[in-house]
């Protein structure tokens, strides 16, 4: 599998401002931060108000490195982070499928993702 990189600019998100692969989180410098595309990605280090954003560009940029089977990793809190990753994956034409994952891999706190 190729590897690829999300490219993290803080302090203020612009999907324009800069070559996909990118998305933004805020931080408290406003160095660029590669985060690598791998089937796993874990949301705890992003704000809530970037989640949409990020887990649109994540999604684009697995598929575009040909991965077809992902967790997302929301954690089980109270399931704010849940519903909006599972709000995403239902209305995304590049996802086929997907549920909760099985207990050894985060269940609940987790979504198994089928890209096409």
């Known amino acids: 599998m190729t590897s690829g990189a999300l490219i993290a600019r803080c302090p203020v998100f612009s999907p324009a401002g ?3 692969p990118g998305f ?12 690598p595309i791998t089937d796993v990605f874990d949301l705890h280090s992003v704000p ?3 989640v949409k954003a990020v887990v649109e560009e994540y999604l684009a ?4 490195l040909g ?11 109270i399931g704010v982070q849940r519903e909006i990753v599972r ?3 239902a209305h995304s034409e590049l996802v086929v499928d997907f ?11 987790a979504t198994i993702v089928t890209l096409r």
Do not use: K
């Open 18 to 20: 800069f070559p996909r």
């Open 24 to 35: 933004c989180v805020f931080m408290e410098n406003d160095d660029p931060v590669r985060i």
């Open 48 to 50: 809530p108000r970037d």
């Open 61 to 64: 940029e697995a598929h575009r």
């Open 67 to 77: 991965y077809r089977a992902l967790r997302i990793v929301h954690g089980r809190g």
């Open 87 to 89: 709000s995403i994956l």
């Open 99 to 109: 549920s909760d994952a099985p207990p050894e891999a985060g269940g609940w706190g």
